[in-house]
């Protein structure tokens, strides 16, 4: 399983982002998936989340309002569309697959439960 982000860059702080992970290697729409990120000295967290029909989303509570997730089955590609940018915000953006099947409408929150990831991208926030 391949994963490619893309999307990252520069942007002042109140401006927006869009993120993509195209994915290749097995079926996109029978994984739920997911977006992390990780900040210079800290730990990867969780940012968002969507089941595999793309019916359920689970947002952290620091970006919920803020960032969209999506995606696209037929172009096996997921999405975060990042509104409101703020410096904190600034990370490097990962994309990530589990190798686990769930229920249509379910997904997973934890960064242990997911198995593939990609090689991130920068976001990078300015005030």
């Known amino acids: 399983v391949q994963l490619q982000a893309s999307g990252g860059g520069l942007v002042q702080a109140g401006g927006s982002l869009r993120l993509s992970c195209a994915t290749s290697?097995?079926?996109?729409?029978?994984?739920?998936m997911g977006w992390f990120r990780q900040a210079p000295g800290k730990e990867r967290e969780f940012v968002a989340a969507?089941?595999?029909?793309?019916?359920?989303?689970y947002y952290a509570d620091s970006v919920k309002g803020r960032f969209t997730i999506s995606r696209d089955n037929a172009q096996n590609t997921v999405y975060l569309q990042m509104n409101s940018l703020k410096p904190e915000d600034t990370a490097v953006y990962y994309c990530?697959?589990?190798?686990?099947?769930?229920?249509?409408?379910?997904?997973?929150?934890?960064?242990?439960?997911?198995?593939?990831w990609g090689q991130g991208t920068q976001v990078t926030v300015s005030s």
């Open positions: 290697g097995r079926t996109f729409s029978s994984y739920a």
């Open positions: 969507i089941s595999r029909n793309g019916g359920s989303t």
């Open positions: 990530a697959a589990p190798n686990r099947l769930l229920g249509s409408n379910s997904y997973y929150t934890r960064r242990d439960q997911y198995d593939f």
